[in-house]
């Protein structure tokens, strides 16, 4: 299995704080992503990474902001959680673009 | 644009059914071609992929392969177990870009 690991696992959040998540590889693979899983819309590309400090925005960004500082780790910050936040955040990561995605186990989120 | 469509769920078998899931994919350049499978509470893991028109992506009995003339990638099972009920989903990778498009997800369910 690829080293992936997604944390926190669950988080419960009000309305109105911020909220980071972290994802940290140790796999080397310069693309790493940030999706989000919803019932009916499979997932959804928030932000994505093709290197450290190189990011780039995906359909469903508003909201939220990313950061790589190093290789190996990807935060997802939420500034300021709303409840349409709610969701299941899943990170992955990609040696090239065309080549296959490994993915972390996810983290539940939910904002009340 | 790029996009994934495919088969609404959900789909309920009996065990040793044989089993279709349809996709089907508009893409820009030369896409590469996946499907993912979803068990509860876990993230996504590859279950196979195409690379280029023709290709046929197998693993596990699982068999799907790359029409381009159909824009089709449509995953098989001669016959399906109860530890084959997941989350299936298509996807693709364009080559020209940094990013993943997934299909909604299919359902399955194996009735002993």
């Known amino acids: 299995d690829a080293g992936i690991t997604q944390s926190p696992r669950h988080k419960v959040t009000e309305t109105g704080t911020p909220v980071t998540l972290r994802c940290h590889q140790t796999?080397?693979?310069?693309?790493m992503y940030w999706y989000r899983q919803d019932p009916g819309h499979g997932l959804r590309l928030i932000h994505y990474?093709?290197?450290?400090?190189?990011?780039d925005k995906g359909e469903v960004s508003d909201g939220y902001s990313v950061s790589r500082s190093k290789t190996e780790d990807f935060l997802l910050t939420l500034e300021s959680a709303t409840s349409s936040q709610t969701s299941v955040y899943f990170c992955?990561?990609?040696?090239?673009?065309?080549?296959?995605?490994?993915f972390g186990q996810g983290t539940r989120l939910t904002v009340v | 644009g790029n996009s994934v469509t495919q088969m609404e769920g959900p789909v309920t078998l009996s065990e040793e059914a044989f089993l279709t899931i349809n996709c089907t994919y508009t893409?820009?350049?030369?896409?590469?071609l996946f499907w993912y499978v979803q068990y509860p509470g876990e993230g996504l893991q590859l279950l196979l992929k195409?690379?280029?028109?023709?290709d046929k992506g197998s693993n596990k009995g699982f068999e799907a392969t790359y029409r381009k003339e159909t824009t089709s990638f449509h995953l098989e099972k001669g016959s399906v177990q109860v530890s084959d009920s997941a989350v299936y989903f298509c996807?693709?990778?364009?080559?020209?870009?940094?990013?993943?498009?997934f299909g909604t997800g299919t359902s399955l369910t194996v009735i002993p």
């Open positions: 893409a820009t350049g030369y896409p590469s």
């Open positions: 796999e080397n693979h310069r693309y």
């Open positions: 990474s093709y290197g450290v400090k190189d990011t």
């Open positions: 195409a690379t280029k028109a023709d």
């Open positions: 992955a990561i990609s040696s090239l673009p065309s080549t296959e995605a490994f």
């Open positions: 996807a693709l990778s364009d080559s020209t870009g940094n990013q993943f498009y």
